[in-house]
Nanobody, 127 residues
């Protein structure tokens, strides 16, 4: 049974930082591309960042480029999202997701490209 568990969310002031973690179990982590998504109240879920199975390819939404950094540690079955210079508009529930094993034609921005999802962690940025 595949499980993805996010942690590290919380309340932070604008300009502050948070580091999210996504711990994976029940799958061969190194064979899966991974992504971070977020959903704010009343808005659609959007891709924030993604990373290929070996970490060679990354994707960032324009809104977070230069502020967020995605990484993974395949030895620890864990993915991270370092979020710096946070803004109130970053407030959302952040979820991690995993693709199927070694997918072909992976589009990191599309929710349909991911097979497994975590429950999410709330990030709130106050102004």
């Amino acid at each position: 049974q595949v499980q993805l568990a996010e942690s590290g969310g919380g309340l932070v002031q604008a300009g502050g930082s948070l580091r999210l973690s996504c711990a994976a179990s029940g799958l061969t982590f190194s064979r899966h591309d991974m992504g971070w998504f977020r959903q704010a109240p009343g808005k659609e879920r959007e891709a924030v960042a993604a990373i290929s199975w070996i970490g060679a390819t990354t994707y960032y939404a324009d809104s977070v480029k230069g502020r967020f950094t995605i990484s993974r540690d395949n030895a620890k079955n864990t993915m991270y999202l370092q979020m710096n210079s946070l803004k109130p508009e970053d407030t959302a529930v952040y979820s991690c997701a995993a693709t199927s094993e070694r997918p072909t034609g992976w589009n990191p921005r599309l929710t349909g490209g991911y097979s497994y999802w975590g429950q999410g962690t709330q990030v709130t940025v106050s102004s």
